[in-house]
């Protein structure tokens, strides 16, 4: 049977990860994985979420199934977080999920379902797992401009232009905040007019929140998933826990679903427990505990959003040390787009020349369209990158 299999491309993340191991230079910089590092390298488990482990380690007497959609309490504290009160609770339907990727291949399958001829239309460029799902799964697909190469900066009439020819019933994805691969972002002006094109347009938006609180902050990274979910009779959000409660390999996320009144919730509560049931049967429980012991405890989620604050802070000032050095070497203010990038990723906008020949000279790993990961930086690094690009850029 498996003769007739062929092979399969390799993923160019983890293929740049197994070049940075097999190198054997003492000075090798990782800045291509998408995990959060702190000064030492190290991805920390975070205090509020060693706390929650302690107490459900001491207090859990059961590890039983929770349901098809996860613990009820998961769902609630995580749209609480995500979408507070920019929606009636009873018109979302969620079910939790193994991860952001996780909500995204359920809330695609639900796409599938509910309307099989529509194209999903993503940015350009994307998170590319976000292409190949939608490719694995026979689904039409389509792009926007996003990224303008030049400025380094969102291309937004390139985007609104693109976004005008797209049909009635089609869905688009946008990134709620920190947009992964560029770290450019729509501004809360550019973002209400894309909301009144696209309902204009009777087209759902599906968002994909993998970041909040790596950007501007917890609060402020959500005013657009807000403003969507308040504005639309139907749209999808697919959020991830990996990143802003560090629990990566816990696999935790959530899907939500936005519908037009209870009635529709229901229904569509049934379909999203359905393809749970098919898909996995329960999702994990561990790392949503987890999640919910911190939002619905006042305590540790004080101790959590203190930390989650540090940790952006301390990226804000890679990024201005990062920028600041480049200016200096180049007396221009050609770089200044790292300092108003957001998140953990930018793209630098160098050419796949120039980001293979910062690896082989100066063993610093980032992906060849030239995303770097902000967060695998450190003081110390940060001028020999700066050197680096001056030297395969000039």
Known sequence: ???????????????????????????????????????????????????????????????????????????????DLVLADSVQRNRVAAIATPGGTGAIRQALELIRMAAPKATIWLSNPTWPNHPSIIKYLGMKMGEYR???????????????EDLKAVPQGDVVLLHGCCHNPTGANLTTAQMEQVIALLKERDVTPFVDIAYQGFGDGLEED?????????????????????????????RTGILMAITKDTDQAGITQQNLNFLNRQNYSFPPDHGARVVTTILTDPDLRQDWEAELEETR?????LRQQLADELKRLTNSEDFNFIAEHRGMFS??????????????????????????????????????LAKAIIRATS
């Open 347 to 384: 793209r630098l906008g160098i050419s796949t020349e120039a980001v293979e020949s910062i690896r082989e000279n100066d063993g610093i790993y980032m992906v060849g369209d030239s995303r770097i990961n902000i967060a695998g930086l450190n003081k110390n690094t940060v001028p020999l």
């Open 1 to 79: 049977m498996f003769d007739s299999l062929s092979a399969q491309p390799a993923d160019k993340i983890l293929a740049l990860m197994a070049a940075y191991r097999a190198d054997p230079r003492d000075s090798k910089v990782d800045l291509g994985v998408g995990v959060y590092k702190d000064a030492s390298g190290n991805t920390p488990v975070m205090r509020a979420v060693k706390e929650a482990e302690r107490r459900i380690l001491a207090d859990q007497s059961s590890k039983a199934y929770t349901g098809l959609a996860g613990d009820p309490a998961f769902s609630d504290a995580m749209i």
């Open 222 to 250: 959500s005013v657009a998933t807000r403003a969507i979910a308040g504005a639309f009779d139907n749209a999808l959000i697919a959020a991830s826990c990996s990143k802003n409660f560090g629990i990566y390999r816990e």
């Open 313 to 317: 802070n301390g990226m804000l000032a």
């Open 146 to 160: 996003y990224f303008d190469e030049n400025t380094r900066k969102v291309d937004f009439d390139g985007m609104m």
